[in-house]
């Protein structure tokens, strides 16, 4: 069984950077494609962006392209996503998933997904 834990979420002020990490236990992240969604209060959950083992692509929302980077350390198992130029919209629990199978879609939806983390607060004040 697969279990995702995210770390580095905290209060930041806005245009400040943050690192959130997920380490992944029970199987390598190295044969997984791995991605970040969010949920701000009152809104869905949305695509933040994705890796890819696959084809080594990576993928971002519109909204955070240029500004947050996503990456993986095989060797330790973990993903991580690094926020720049953080703004107040960026506000909202971020969430760590994993498939262990190709991609069969864009990723852009959770349903394409197994794995959860429980999720990060970030929270940017302007």
């Known amino acids: 069984q697969v279990q995702l834990r995210e770390s580095g979420g905290t209060l930041v002020q806005a245009g400040g950077s943050l690192r959130l990490s997920c380490v992944a236990s029970?199987?390598?992240?190295?044969?997984?494609?791995m991605g970040w969604f969010r949920q701000a209060p009152g809104k869905d959950r949305e695509f933040v962006a994705l890796?890819?083992?696959?084809?080594?692509?990576?993928t971002y929302a519109h909204s955070v392209k240029g500004r947050f980077t996503i990456s993986k350390d095989n060797d330790k198992n973990t993903l991580y996503l690094e926020m720049n130029n953080l703004k107040s919209e960026d506000t909202a629990v971020y969430y760590c998933?994993?498939?262990?199978?190709?991609?069969?879609?864009?990723?852009?939806?959770?349903?394409?997904?197994?794995?959860w983390g429980q999720g990060t607060q970030v929270t940017v004040s302007s």
């Open positions: 998933c994993a498939i262990y199978r190709p991609l069969r879609t864009d990723g852009l939806n959770d349903k394409d997904y197994d794995y």
């Open positions: 029970g199987r390598t992240t190295h044969y997984a494609d």
């Open positions: 890796d890819r083992w696959t084809d080594g692509s990576t």
